[in-house]
């Protein structure tokens, strides 16, 4: 499975955007980027997920280039509350392989008020 | 509501014990996994599970071993713990596929003395 790279930390201040980039570059075909939130002492949480170009949901917009090779998660005015680990995985669509998700180190994101 | 529940929240065990941690899934997900989170080094894969009796190693399965006889059952053993298994682990199920959100569990904090 690609290997994912995103920065470790970032700070922003309630009501930015917030944009997490991710770069992907070995991602292959069947491959889909999925980006998942956790708070502390609680178990990873979904947040979106996509193939190519742009998915939104309520939570966040999710941009994917033509090439595929990065991903940028983007959080729409951010409150104290998005204050949490953010991670970008590559998952693969094969049988046995069509759910395995490898966790990367995450970003760190902190808002302040 | 999609629920993993993971057997215990906290667990004190003594090294050579043999430790069990059960995870039980209530969406007849077809995937299962088990990870380990420590401080710095984010969310390792120790085993995933793709079918009932199917199984595959993760990034660290040394010291560790799974059973699915069921597919809403996943369990954790450790053979024979050590201080350093210390950690959160926490169990996670999807459907099949790579375009499938993943729950979490609340994890477990599991103690070796």
């Known amino acids: 499975l690609a290997k994912t790279t995103q920065p470790i930390s970032m700070d922003s201040y309630e009501g930015q955007e917030v944009n997490i980039t991710c770069s992907h570059n070995?991602?292959?075909?069947?491959?889909?980027i999925t980006w998942y939130q956790q708070f502390p002492s609680q178990g990873p949480r979904f947040i979106i997920q996509g193939y190519k170009t742009k998915v939104t949901n309520e939570v966040a917009s999710l941009f994917i280039p033509a090439d595929r090779k990065s991903s940028t998660l983007s959080l729409p005015r951010v409150s104290l509350s998005d204050t949490a680990v953010y991670y970008c995985l590559v998952r693969r669509a094969t049988y046995n392989q069509g759910g395995k998700l490898i966790f990367g180190q995450g970003t760190e994101l902190s808002v302040k008020p | 509501d999609v629920k993993v529940t993971q057997s215990s929240r906290y667990l004190v065990k003594r090294t050579g014990e043999k430790v069990f941690l059960e995870c039980v899934q209530d969406?007849?997900?077809?995937?299962m996994f088990w990870y380990r989170q420590d401080p710095g080094l984010g969310l390792r894969l120790i085993y995933f599970?793709?079918?009932?009796?199917?199984?595959e190693k993760g990034d660290i399965p040394e010291g560790y071993s799974v059973s699915r006889e069921k597919k809403e059952r996943f369990s954790l053993i450790l053979e024979s713990a050590s201080t350093n298994q210390t950690s959160m682990y926490l169990c996670a199920s999807s459907q099949g596929g790579a375009n499938t959100e993943a729950f979490f569990g609340q994890g477990t904090r599991l103690t070796v003395v």
């Open positions: 969406m007849d997900h077809e995937n």
């Open positions: 599970s793709y079918d009932v009796k199917m199984k």
């Open positions: 070995n991602i292959a075909t069947n491959d889909y």
